[in-house]
């Protein structure tokens, strides 16, 4: 039999190394790669979670009562306060020159669904656990802004409407004097932290009546917020013979309980379009 060639066979077994060798190294270079990526990837992750637990520390040291700065801070009488001021017109009714109507911005749903979503913004981080409207025009603000936020609303009705209920004192309006609010003994327990809304403040004597309710079942009121404020009733002057909302507050210890309103009479400058023939019809003059 012939026999192998010895420098055929060596150069066989050479290549056969060398090929072995390249494809250690092809195997080496991989694996250097991915530890590569891994490495880069795991340095990745651990700069996000650095980032995550600074802006975690930030967040813990926050005040809570303070909205974050990605959010709209609304103020009394600001440019969207004064777009929505043009739709609401003032009457002369129930003896007062002035009375603003909020049926203007109802039947413009694009401006109503606008103050709710100011109320909703305003209160979403303050931490409340129910939202209380005033009889009536409270039971037509209160619950869109309660659905938006997901808490309970809680009607404060005239006396004699709802079962179960407790009632304040008698209290004075810029219309008259006035019988007390009352509101279900069960809706409110201890501890809670009730926001009321209505539509409108002037004297305070509806806010007061609201307030000294939520106090008589152990709540906190978080704030009082209403569509329109009249800031002349807020403290006048002794010789203005006007209501001051800041004394009946005192008097009542409740003036720690803040009161806001969007808009203010300075920029309600609409006067509504008396038809010819136009009545005070108002109930009270």
């Not at 891994?38 to 700069?47: F, I, K, M």
Request: charge should be negative.
């Amino acid at each position: 039999p012939q026999q192998p060639n010895p420098t055929t066979c060596g150069m066989l077994s050479v290549h056969k190394h060398h090929l072995v060798a390249a494809g250690l190294l092809c195997l080496f270079l991989v694996v250097c790669a991915s530890t590569e990526q891994l490495t880069d990837s795991q340095a990745s992750l651990a700069d996000i979670k650095r980032s995550e637990s600074c802006i975690t520390d930030t967040n813990t040291n926050a005040d809570p009562s303070i909205m974050s700065a990605s959010k709209k801070t609304y103020e009394q009488d600001g440019d969207e306060a004064r777009q929505i001021a043009q739709y609401l017109p003032y009457f002369p009714f129930k003896g007062i020159p002035r009375f603003y109507d909020i049926g203007g911005f109802l039947e413009k749903p694009e401006v109503f669904q606008q103050i709710v979503d100011i109320f909703v913004e305003r209160y979403s981080e303050i931490g409340i656990d129910s939202i209380a409207g005033l009889d009536a025009r409270g039971f037509i603000l209160g619950p869109p802004i309660a659905l938006a936020l997901k808490k309970p609303f809680i009607m404060m009705r005239k006396q004699g409407k709802m079962p179960n209920s407790l009632s304040s004192d008698a209290y004075d309006t810029e219309y008259g004097k006035r019988s007390g609010l009352t509101v279900q003994r069960d809706k409110i327990k201890k501890g809670d932290r009730v926001l009321i809304i209505d539509d409108l403040v002037a004297t305070g004597g509806t806010l007061s009546s609201a307030i000294n309710l939520v106090h008589m079942l152990g709540g906190e009121v978080v704030e009082c917020a209403c569509v329109v404020e009249i800031k002349m009733f807020i403290d006048p002057s002794e010789d203005s013979g006007l209501p001051s909302r800041t004394k009946l507050f005192t008097s009542q210890n409740i003036n720690h309980v803040p009161v806001w309103g969007l808009i203010s009479e300075d920029v309600l400058t609409v006067e509504a379009k008396l038809p010819e023939g136009y009545v005070d019809d108002g109930e009270e003059h």
